[in-house]
């Protein structure tokens, strides 16, 4: 079955909103893209399904969109503090099930969660821990922070698995670390079998606590 694509509005069309927005349409998922600049929303209107332009401090504006309806709603309004608080405040209070909120420090994040945020993203933070830890390991493709203890990586096979078979190398018992998926080429193998084997230029995507990740990285591959 085709996979069902979600709808998305995004308000703030700068840097982060701009590319939040363009992704997701160039996804294919349809993207309603919102800011209180003509020249922005004039900008984003090849690259959403609508683009429109709207102070989402105002609720009467919001509803006549009928953002209501929108599976989620990114707020990603920089500078202006004040706006994206008042414009969470309104989208949760409309009752929007998902609103992911970009934050600019941690007074705006505290905050943020009091008002019932469901995710509060800090896209340098995040970028700059991913660029460290990519810049230090050359196994290390890509690396997600789940928590303060868990994350995701995704790690390059080393020769040292190559044409291993997972069962073989015993990830989980002996590094307490799970494998979600084997990417090759083009192909994602999502939750591979015992039996499967690596093979060279094959990216693990590895879920687990930070430290079993780093002990797997070192000592397995
Ligand atoms: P970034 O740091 O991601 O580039 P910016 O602060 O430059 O973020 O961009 C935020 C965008 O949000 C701007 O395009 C601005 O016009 C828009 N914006 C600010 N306040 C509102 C508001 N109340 N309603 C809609 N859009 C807004």
């Given at each position: 079955m085709a996979e069902k694509k979600k709808q998305f509005a995004v308000i703030g069309l700068g840097r982060f909103g701009g590319s939040v927005c363009k992704e997701l349409y160039r996804m294919g998922h349809q993207v309603l893209a919102i800011d209180n600049n003509d020249v922005k929303v004039n900008e984003f209107a090849p690259f959403s399904t609508h683009s429109v332009i709207a102070n989402s401090t105002d609720e009467k504006a919001l509803k006549s969109l009928g953002?209501?309806?929108?599976e989620y709603v990114i707020?990603?309004?920089?500078?202006?503090i004040q706006s994206s608080i008042l414009t969470t405040l309104v989208l949760k209070e409309m009752g929007v099930e998902n609103v992911w909120v970009k934050a600019q420090n941690n007074y705006h994040h505290k905050v943020l969660d009091k008002i019932g945020a469901d995710r509060i993203i800090h896209p340098e933070q995040d970028m700059g821990i991913r660029i460290a830890q990519h810049i230090t390991?050359?196994?290390?493709v890509d690396y997600i922070e789940l928590s303060d203890d868990y994350s995701i990586v995704e790690l390059l096979a080393t020769k040292k698995i190559h044409n291993r078979s997972l069962i073989d190398l015993h990830i989980r018992a002996k590094?307490?670390?799970?494998?979600?998926a084997i990417k090759r080429e083009e192909d994602l193998n999502v939750s591979?079998?015992?039996?499967d084997v690596i093979r060279e230029k094959d990216i693990l995507i590895v879920i687990g606590h930070k430290l079993d990740l780093k002990r797997f990285e070192e000592e397995g591959m």
């Amino acid at each position: 079955m085709a996979e069902k694509k979600k709808q998305f509005a995004v308000i703030g069309l700068g840097r982060f909103g701009g590319s939040v927005c363009k992704e997701l349409y160039r996804m294919g998922h349809q993207v309603l893209a919102i800011d209180n600049n003509d020249v922005k929303v004039n900008e984003f209107a090849p690259f959403s399904t609508h683009s429109v332009i709207a102070n989402s401090t105002d609720e009467k504006a919001l509803k006549s969109l009928g953002i209501r309806n929108f599976e989620y709603v990114i707020v990603a309004i920089g500078d202006n503090i004040q706006s994206s608080i008042l414009t969470t405040l309104v989208l949760k209070e409309m009752g929007v099930e998902n609103v992911w909120v970009k934050a600019q420090n941690n007074y705006h994040h505290k905050v943020l969660d009091k008002i019932g945020a469901d995710r509060i993203i800090h896209p340098e933070q995040d970028m700059g821990i991913r660029i460290a830890q990519h810049i230090t390991s050359e196994k290390i493709v890509d690396y997600i922070e789940l928590s303060d203890d868990y994350s995701i990586v995704e790690l390059l096979a080393t020769k040292k698995i190559h044409n291993r078979s997972l069962i073989d190398l015993h990830i989980r018992a002996k590094y307490g670390c799970t494998i979600l998926a084997i990417k090759r080429e083009e192909d994602l193998n999502v939750s591979p079998l015992p039996e499967d084997v690596i093979r060279e230029k094959d990216i693990l995507i590895v879920i687990g606590h930070k430290l079993d990740l780093k002990r797997f990285e070192e000592e397995g591959m």
